[in-house]
């Protein structure tokens, strides 16, 4: 059961939107910055979003960041079938630990 | 461009220490902001955070492994350390090193190690 909790999956068309929630509390998400991750299958997590809408300069802008109280929120335009993989959440508790959520399978129908 | 690089035994016996060493090139591990740290995956499971320290000591752990776990940073050698002591087949994982902005987030990962504990 992780801290955080992200829908177990989300699916959308080539070229569509789509959104992935990150729901938390006030112990992490409601006082701390979020991050996003990608994990493309086999390979490690790669950072796409950092101090909840702040992206590394290699992301492309298609990829971007929310946050709102103890929730955050992930968009991804413009779909394309390389953009499947799982997504991650992350931030810090105030349990003095970092917490990642479930994770969410994105499929590009 | 930082590279992170894990290295270790695939295979560990129940009740035995788990020790993985990463090795950082491309960059210095002496400024104290970054944290170094450790995160595994357990097969077809999601991301978790085992913990992290700064070169100058200053050490965080999830609180769950806190009794089994401790993150050493050699600045000199340009590595840090995991140790997991007393594992079990939960400890089954591909473990993640990775440098850490601050206490959060990870923003360079290595590629992953993965560790079997078998008898």
């Known amino acids: 059961q992780s801290v955080l909790t992200q829908p177990p999956s989300v699916s959308a068309a080539p070229g569509q939107k789509v959104t992935i929630s990150c729901s938390g509390s006030?112990?992490?998400?409601?006082?701390?910055?979020v991050s996003w991750y990608q994990q493309l299958p086999g390979t490690a997590p790669k950072l796409l979003i950092y101090d909840n809408d702040k992206r590394p300069s290699e992301i492309p802008d298609r990829f971007s960041g929310s946050k709102s109280g103890t929730s955050a929120t992930l968009a991804i335009t413009g779909l394309q079938t390389g953009d499947e993989a799982d997504y991650y959440c992350?931030?810090?508790?105030?349990?003095?630990?970092?917490?990642f959520g479930g994770g969410t399978k994105l499929s590009v129908l | 461009q930082l590279q992170l690089r894990e290295s270790g035994p695939g295979l560990v016996k129940p009740s035995d220490t788990l020790s993985l060493t990463c090795i950082v090139s491309g960059g210095s591990m002496s400024r104290s902001f970054y944290y170094w740290g450790w995160i595994r995956q357990s097969p077809g499971k999601g991301l978790e955070w085992i913990g992290s320290?700064?070169?100058?000591?200053?050490?965080y752990y999830k609180p769950s492994l806190v009794n089994r776990v401790s993150i050493s940073v050699d600045t000199s050698s340009n590595q840090f350390s995991l140790r997991l002591t007393s594992v079990t087949a939960t400890d089954t994982a591909v473990y993640y090193c990775a440098r850490l902005d601050g206490l959060f987030p990870p923003d360079s990962w290595g590629q992953g190690t993965l560790v079997i504990v078998s008898s």
């Open positions: 992350g931030t810090w508790d105030s349990s003095l630990s970092a917490v």
């Open positions: 006030s112990s992490n998400i409601g006082n701390n910055v």
């Open positions: 320290s700064s070169s100058t000591g200053s050490a």
